[in-house]
């Protein structure tokens, strides 16, 4: 089975709810934007029954350098993680 694609997934989304393609592109378009400016400022967003995007910070480690076997620094660096609700994890599985 292929992936949906973001054109698709708009089509079924304005289908079920009866919106216009157009209202269901916006409405996700607003919602994304939100998350990231969640994200951004107060460190995570949370989508009730879906999961929330948190960001996290990766402490500076040390790495190999899969070309020469030498080992390099790794700096460190903030990260977006996304944690999968228990909710999305029992319906799926």
Known sequence: MAKMTKSQLMTVLAEK????KKDVVSFM???VELAYKE?????????????KMVKAKRKERMGINPATGE???????????????????????
């Open 17 to 20: 709810t009866g919106l216009s």
């Open 29 to 31: 378009d607003t919602l």
């Open 39 to 51: 994200v951004k400022t107060s460190g995570e967003f949370v989508l009730p029954g879906f999961g």
């Open 71 to 93: 080992k390099i620094k790794i700096a460190a660096k903030t990260v977006v993680k996304f944690r999968l609700a228990k909710a999305a994890k029992e319906a799926v599985l």
